[in-house]
């Protein structure tokens, strides 16, 4: 845990302080933090995205079905809970609630996936399997299903406005799915289901560029941080709630239930239990929407994580000695 404390929580709470730093001595500003953003939204994280999934291979989906099922299953169901948590509890815009969506509904998987799960359960080809497959939901599956309904509420609001008529319930899904970190993922979904080998000495086109999707997202963060009031309010504590015990309590419950591989389901809970997903806090720096308690919520959860990571640990070994299959 002190490894993981050291090499993957550490970093981003330095960078972010950095970039928190910089705001408040003006060396960066608010509107410039959302140009770095929209930097990483339109280059850095789809060729994120596209490089680390497009590496997977058809088999990787069938070795493990249930694991596969289990995990897009639980996981989309609780990207739409905190949709709708925060759409009918707190009456947020259908934007807005996409936002939240995107941070509390989704883990950090691409960036903190291996930092954390490899000095836990080693360096395994099970532990890319789970990665790979959580990264797949999160990327191929939640980011379009968010972007299409913040696209959405954008559009509704601005005909409201304007007293324009409803635009066409599909333009917003056509739009969502034309940004590279929409279509991205999905193309790397389609090679990989079509059997399409990934030549690796196309590799480096793509890292150098993706190389800076998590340090330049989490400095834009504490840029954005600076640049507007911190609130830790009831909304950013439920975003925390639900993605740091909904979620991985959700995972932990049906894994028991379908009887999934012990090592598996532990692996899965502590992907589920990862701090908010930064493409969440990148998307909503981009469309100025929910920033200031988004990213309160990302550093709340992120903080949090250091003791609740072990706390699933512990209590997932628990569950599997109270229930034995």
């Known amino acids: ?63 493990d079905v249930k694991l596969t099922i289990i995990s897009f299953v639980v996981l989309i169901a609780c990207f739409f809970l905190v949709y709708y948590v925060f759409r009918i509890f707190y009456k947020d815009t259908m934007a807005e609630s996409a936002i939240s969506a995107l941070i509390s509904g989704s883990p950090t998987i691409g960036f903190l996936g291996f930092a954390v799960l490899e000095p836990i359960f080693g360096s395994s080809a099970s532990v890319g399997l789970v990665i790979a497959i959580v990264a797949i939901e ?34 917003p899904v056509i739009d969502a799915i034309k940004e590279p970190v929409a279509w991205a993922p999905i193309l790397a979904v389609i090679l990989v289901l079509c059997g399409v080998k990934w030549p690796s000495y196309l590799d480096p086109s793509f890292t150098l560029i993706s190389g800076a999707n998590a340090s330049v997202a989490v400095f834009a963060a504490g840029i954005t941080l600076s640049s507007v009031k911190i609130q830790i309010n009831g909304q950013a504590v439920m975003g925390s709630f639900l993605k740091l015990i909904v979620m991985p309590l959700a995972l932990l419950v049906v894994g028991i239930i379908f009887k999934m591989d012990p090592l598996n389901l532990k692996m899965l809970v502590v992907c589920g239990a990862l701090p908010p997903a930064f493409s969440g806090i990148i998307i909503s720096s981009r469309y100025n929407c929910y920033v200031a308690t988004g990213t309160s919520s990302l550093a709340l959860s992120t903080i949090l994580f250091m003791g609740f990571c072990p706390l699933w640990i512990w209590l997932t070994e628990l569950a599997l000695k109270w229930f034995p299959y």
């Open 1 to 63: 845990m002190v490894h993981i404390i050291l090499y993957a929580i550490v970093p981003i709470l330095v960078i972010m302080m950095l970039g928190y730093y910089s705001g408040k001595t003006g060396a960066f500003t608010g509107e410039q933090a959302r140009t770095l953003n929209k930097v990483v939204l339109n280059y850095a994280l789809p060729a994120a995205l596209f490089i680390s999934i497009v590496k997977a291979n058809r088999q990787m989906l069938g070795v």
């Open 138 to 171: 999160v990327n191929a599956i939640g980011i379009p299903i968010g972007l299409a309904l913040l696209n959405t509420g954008n559009a509704k609001l601005a005909a409201a406005k304007s007293g324009a008529p409803r635009p066409n319930p599909w333009k």
